[in-house]
């Protein structure tokens, strides 16, 4: 398995571009998540999805969009880049509840993204 | 709100131990987790406990949890160069969802 990976590594971007950071796993997850981490802090969580065509917002989902077309795929949509939005972006999966039991979250490598 | 917090820095000797400490404040949180993070590279899951347990030891991790003080620590036995890193405490919250609120991290120095 490949586990979570995510695309490109690092972008920068012009304040009012648009991209998608790319997200996917191939361990049959139901339960993604976006998260943002800035410098010197923790990660925050943007939005996640509990499976295909279900998504919810996190603590910080202002200036993001999300869609959940398939398990596997999880983008992350930037529609008008800001400065604030200089962050690196993590990509998390789990199973969600099995047996009663919250299963952890796998981490992707992340997306290094720099708005000037 | 949830809110976990770490210290920032801890530098040790190779061989020593390492005592990370984090506290919480959602006495609800089923999980606490213990993640870390090295240089340009992504989170990976240390060890986790769960809320009603005390004690977890694996290998040289052991996770202590004070349900009470709401306090979880991290000890590293036999420090070594290769665990200077970030390691970041977080909380499961969200039931089902199983979200995390993540501490700000600690960096681990450790020095030969």
């Known amino acids: 398995n490949a586990g979570v990976t995510q695309t490109p590594k690092f972008r920068i971007l012009k304040i009012g571009q648009s991209m998608t950071l790319q997200c996917a796993q191939d361990?049959?997850?139901?339960?993604m998540y976006w998260y943002r981490q800035d410098p010197g802090m923790g990660l925050k969580l943007i939005y996640y999805s509990v499976g295909a065509g279900i998504t919810d917002k996190g603590e910080v989902p202002n200036g993001y969009n999300v869609s959940r077309s398939t398990t596997e795929d999880f983008p992350l949509r930037l529609e008008l880049a800001a400065p604030s939005q200089t962050s690196v972006y993590f990509c998390?999966?789990?199973?969600?509840?099995?047996?009663?039991?919250?299963?952890?979250?796998?981490f992707g490598p992340g997306t290094r993204l720099l708005v000037l | 709100g949830e809110d976990v917090e770490q210290s920032l820095f801890l530098s040790v000797r190779e061989g020593d131990s390492s005592v990370i400490n984090c506290t919480y404040t959602?006495?609800?949180?089923?999980?606490l987790y213990w993640y870390k993070q090295e240089p340009g590279a992504g989170l990976q899951l240390l060890t986790y406990i769960f809320s009603n347990m005390d004690m977890k030891q694996d290998q040289r991790l052991t996770v202590l949890l004070n349900k009470k003080d709401k306090h979880l620590s991290l000890r590293i036995a036999d420090t070594q160069t290769g665990d200077s890193a970030i390691y970041f405490c977080a909380e499961g919250y969200g039931g089902a969802t199983n979200k995390l609120i993540f501490g700000t991290g600690t960096l681990l120095a450790v020095q030969p």
């Open positions: 959602d006495s609800s949180s089923t999980y």
């Open positions: 361990m049959n997850h139901n339960y």
């Open positions: 998390a999966s789990s199973y969600g509840l099995v047996g009663g039991y919250q299963e952890t979250q796998y």
